[in-house]
């Protein structure tokens, strides 16, 4: 099952996909006017027996008209058999959809970003994919309200990248969160929680506790409010189990490479998504003596 970390900055884009474009301006891609945002199907699939799937795919209209596709991609690591896939994921939505078409990669680290955005080399003359990346330090930092009101999960996506040094980022996102569909605040609040370091784990809580927006009592209150503590410790719980359990899959993933073995697509995202801690556990001493890494999962 995909982790957390993997999956919310995806769903902040599928909830709002009018992140999509703002995202892409942020970079400097120009971007064509469009009346609206829409999600559209991220199986990327041809003729060819292979099914492609991408993690996201967002399309632009003027109208009845697409303008614009995005291929929408998480990626954690180090992955040459996936970035080896993203320029079929392109020109297959380019063909489907007949629009422009640019692949926009979020990861989590600026290191991991760096890594993405290098050329993809097909070997034809002129055919080389350079991936638009996002990494904590291009995400753009939001900490105008209106804007915030706007496009939440964008402020929810600056909170997690800028909260550890810009105050305003939290108390922005705080204010967002008035603007999302209700069942979604605690997921956000919580992904923004857990990313951050002590310091700014306090402020945030800080703001929560003071009682000083319209929506206090239907929100802080379930979730932050006085006698909620137990639900509120089992969530911080769950996200440190998440967090060790990202960090063992790492780990088999790093003692795999570092011996020489070729992880497949399919075994490195079948590690990368494992959230089951004991198991992982079992696999660090099997990733020193495998032979090969699928021998892990006999």
């Known amino acids: 099952m995909p982790t957390r970390e993997h999956e919310i900055p995806l769903r902040l884009v599928q909830n709002r996909p009018d992140m999509a474009p703002a995202l892409l301006e942020s970079l400097g891609v120009e971007v064509p006017h469009h009346t609206e945002a829409l999600n559209t199907s991220s199986v990327l699939t041809n003729c060819d027996p292979k099914e492609f799937n991408s993690d996201g795919a967002v399309v632009l209209r003027e109208g009845t008209e697409n303008v614009m596709a995005v291929v929408i991609e998480r990626q954690h690591g180090h992955d040459q058999g996936k970035r080896r896939s993203w320029p079929a994921y392109l020109v297959t939505l380019h063909v489907r959809l007949r629009c422009p078409t640019v692949l926009l990669v979020l990861c989590p680290t600026d290191a991991v970003a760096a890594w993405c955005a290098r050329p993809i080399r097909t070997g034809h003359p002129g055919f080389d994919l350079a991936p638009l990346t996002i990494g904590p330090g291009r995400t753009p930092k939001v900490t105008g309200v209106e804007r915030a009101r706007a496009l939440p999960e964008l402020a929810v996506l600056s909170a997690r990248a800028h909260g550890d040094?810009?105050?305003?980022?939290?108390?922005?996102?705080?204010?967002?969160?008035?603007?999302?569909?209700e069942e979604n605040r605690t997921?956000?609040?919580?992904?923004?929680?857990?990313?951050?370091?002590?310091?700014?784990?306090?402020?945030?809580?800080?703001?929560?506790?003071?009682?000083?927006?319209?929506?206090?009592?239907?929100?802080?209150?379930?979730?932050?409010g006085i006698g909620r503590e137990e639900g509120r410790e089992e969530g911080r719980e769950e996200g440190r189990e998440?967090?060790?359990?990202?960090?063992?899959?790492?780990?088999?993933?790093?003692?795999?490479?570092?011996?020489?073995?070729?992880?497949?697509?399919?075994?490195?995202?079948?590690?990368?998504?494992?959230?089951?801690?004991?198991?992982?556990?079992?696999?660090?001493?099997?990733?020193?003596?495998?032979?090969?890494?699928?021998?892990?999962?006999?």
């Open 187 to 224: 997921f956000y609040y919580d992904y923004v929680l857990a990313g951050l370091n002590e310091a700014a784990r306090k402020e945030l809580e800080g703001l929560m506790s003071v009682g000083t927006y319209e929506w206090q009592s239907d929100f802080a209150r379930k979730y932050v």
């Open 165 to 181: 040094d810009d105050p305003e980022a939290l108390k922005t996102m705080v204010e967002a969160l008035n603007s999302t569909a």
């Open 242 to 298: 998440e967090g060790r359990a990202y960090e063992a899959a790492r780990s088999v993933i790093t003692i795999l490479e570092s011996r020489g073995l070729t992880l497949t697509p399919h075994t490195r995202r079948r590690i990368e998504t494992c959230t089951d801690l004991p198991t992982l556990e079992q696999w660090i001493p099997k990733a020193i003596e495998a032979d090969t890494p699928e021998d892990l999962f006999t």
